[in-house]
């Protein structure tokens, strides 16, 4: 997999760590791995799946694959967006995860429609999990189908049905510890068995839809991107075994789990 030199590697038991000057770097690294799979993947395979995260942190990801430099080099006629996470808002809210890579990525860019597999956050929060699951299992089951192009699913241990493989997953570092929308002793953190759950989050008063760490633990490769100060403790915590802590579970299977993270967000981190 290709992206730009780090500052500092650091090598954990599960993962990578590269450590750039900024968000910028952090970000330029982000958009060259999902450049470098998705061209390997629409090549090998005829399409290529990437989760996106929520939160403010993959803004600049999303501007820099929407410019000139980035934009005519993705296959986007092969690429099909998931989300990893959704707040249970209208899709025009300013806190939708899916409006905020629509307005900065997805209108500037000639991807098809239907490879953009938004979570329907605006019907009831258990319907929404149960819709985006569906949604999952289709795609990889017709993608599975139409040509088989092996490896789209693994074998896997939800409800004895193939696991479903991503082969990217972005996700985000909360100050808490928390990923995707698994929160610190929520039930999505125990989940074995669902793909997609509606998690309630009782320090946000609100429920929240997420996917699973049995989902994201079967995916090809996971990247978080982590930036800024205030990331610097849980970052701190999750690298060095962190109790528990929802970013540390995340843990691929046979994937591959790389942090690009910023100098501030790495300043506790030994
Ligand atoms: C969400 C995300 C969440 C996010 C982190 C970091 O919907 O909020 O799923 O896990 O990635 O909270 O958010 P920031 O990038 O805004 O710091």
């Not at 996700?171 to 999505?188: K, Q, V, Y």
């Not at 996971?222 to 579970?249: H, I, N, Q, T, Y």
Request: overall charge negative; charged content about 25%.
């Amino acid at each position: 997999m290709r992206y730009p030199a780090p500052l500092r590697t650091m090598t954990k038991a599960d993962g990578k760590v590269l450590i750039y000057e900024d968000i910028a770097g952090v970000s330029r690294a982000a958009a060259e791995i999902f450049l470098d799979l998705s061209v390997r993947e629409a090549g090998r395979k005829g399409f290529f799946t990437a989760v996106l995260s929520g939160g403010g942190t993959p803004s600049v990801l999303y501007a820099l694959l929407a410019g000139d430099e980035f934009a005519v080099s993705v296959p986007w006629e092969a690429v099909h967006l998931f989300w990893g996470g959704e707040r249970c808002v209208d899709m025009d809210d300013p806190m939708s995860n899916y409006k905020n890579a629509r307005d900065l990525l997805i209108s500037k860019v000639d991807i098809p429609t239907g490879n953009v597999h938004r979570i329907r956050a605006e019907l009831a929060p258990d319907m929404a999990a149960l819709e985006y699951e569906q949604e999952i299992r289709g795609f990889f089951g017709s993608m599975n189908k139409g040509g088989g192009p092996s490896g789209a699913a693994r074998e896997g241990a939800v409800h004895g049905e193939a696991t479903p493989a991503f082969d990217l997953v972005f996700l985000g570092l909360g100050a808490d510890g928390h990923t995707l929308s698994i929160f610190p002793s929520t039930s999505a953190l125990h989940e074995k068995e669902r793909l997609v759950v509606d998690n309630y989050v009782e320090k946000l008063g609100a429920h929240r839809i997420t996917m699973t760490l049995p989902l994201i633990n079967n995916a090809s490769c996971v990247v978080f991107l982590v930036s800024g100060k205030d990331k610097a403790g849980a970052l701190r915590e999750v690298l060095s075994g962190g109790g528990g802590l929802p970013a540390r579970m995340v843990r691929p299977v046979k994937g591959e789990l790389l942090w690009l993270v910023d100098r501030e967000a790495a300043s506790l981190v030994s």
